[in-house]
C-alpha cells in the first residue's frame, strides 16, 4: 500500500511539470509565431517597402536619405534603389585599394598586333574622326589611342555596374560599411588599416558626387542607371568617362540628339571635347599634350604609351 500511494504522487508530480512547462512555454511560442512570420515575409519580398521600412538589409538607407536632402525626388531615388540589380558591392569597391597603376603592361597596347587593330579603326571611323579632327583641331590618331588603352577600341566595356560601385563608394563614410570593404580585401593584399580608412574618406565624397552625376546623366538621357556597366572604377562606355565628364563633356557625335558613350561616334566626339576643353589645340608642344592627356588618367606610363600609339598610327 504504502509503495502504490508512493507511485500516484510521482506520477502527479512529473504531470504537474509537464503542465507547469506547457503553461511557461505558450507566451514565448505566441511571441516567436509572429517574428518568424514577419522574417519569412521578408525574405520572401527583399525588395519590397515592408522590410525595407523596417531596416532590414539595406545598407543604402543613409545615402537615399543624403540624395533627398540633396533635392532629388524622394519617390524616383528609392524606386532606383529598389531595383534587383542595384546592391552593396564590397568585393567591386576593394579593388581601389589594392590596384596598382605600375603593374599595368601598357606596352601590349603598342605592339604590332595592337597597331594593327588601331589601323584599321581610323580607316573604318575616318568619316567622323576627320570630323572630330576639323571640329575640335585634335589629333585622330591621339583620339584612337585614348580608346585602344581605354576599352580595346570598345570590344572591352567593363562589367560592373557603375551604381553599385559609386553607391558603394559612396557609402563609406559609414564605419560599419567601410569595415564591410576591409574585409572583403585579401589578407595578403590589405593595405595598412590607416591608409584605408584615409582613403576611404577621401574616396566617398568622390563616390558620392559621381554618383549624383551618374542619376543625373541617366535621366537626362532617359537611361535606367542601373542599365549602365562600366569598370571597376565607375567609368563608362567606349572612352571610359566617370558620369561627371560625361554628364559635363560628353558630345553627340552621329546627331541623334541622344549622347550615348557606348556609341562610337558620340564617343569619339567626347573624347575630343574633353581634350579640347582642357586645352588642346593644333601645334602645342609634345609637353603640353603630355600636361593634358594626363588629366584623363594620372599615370606617366599610360600617357606615354598614348603618344607612342599616336606616332605609330601617323607613320
Known sequence: MQKKISYKKKTITKREQTVSMTIKIQPFRSKLIPFLLFFLICLALPGS???????????????????????????????????????????????FFIHSESSLDYDQFT?????????????????????????FSVDK??????????????????????????STMAALSDETLREKIWNSIPDEKKPAKEAFIKKAQDK??????????????????????????GSYAGALGVSQFMPSNALRLAKDGNNDGKIDLFNHADAIFSVANYLKYHGWQSGITRQRQHEILFLYNHSNYYVDTLLKISDKLKG
Open 204 to 229: 566617398t565624397n568622390w563616390g558620392y558626387n559621381e554618383l549624383k552625376a551618374l542619376l543625373q546623366y541617366a535621366e537626362k538621357e532617359g537611361v535606367a542607371p542601373e542599365s549602365i556597366k
Open 111 to 135: 605592339s604590332p598586333k595592337a597597331i594593327e587593330s588601331a589601323l584599321k579603326y581610323l580607316d573604318d571611323n575616318k568619316d567622323i574622326l576627320d570630323k572630330a579632327e576639323e571640329t
Open 141 to 166: 590618331t591621339v583620339i584612337t589611342a585614348i580608346l585602344l588603352v581605354e576599352t580595346r577600341l570598345g570590344s572591352y566595356l567593363g562589367t560592373k555596374t557603375v551604381i553599385n560601385t559609386l
Open 49 to 95: 517597402l515592408f522590410c525595407e521600412e523596417a531596416g532590414i538589409g539595406n545598407e543604402f538607407d543613409k545615402l537615399i536619405q543624403k540624395l533627398v536632402d540633396d533635392g532629388f525626388d524622394r519617390e524616383k531615388i528609392e524606386q532606383i534603389f529598389r531595383s534587383k540589380e542595384i546592391s552593396f558591392t564590397p568585393e567591386t569597391v576593394s579593388l
